[in-house]
């Protein structure tokens, strides 16, 4: 019952990095 719960803590802080580094390149090539 708790796997879900499990698995979408990482989700999310697997998004938050992914947004970051997006972020970052986005903003060097300016």
Known sequence: P???GMAIVPAIIGA???????SFFLGRKR
Do not use: E, H, P, Y
């Open 2 to 4: 708790q796997v879900a």
């Open 16 to 22: 938050v990095i992914f947004v970051a580094v997006v």
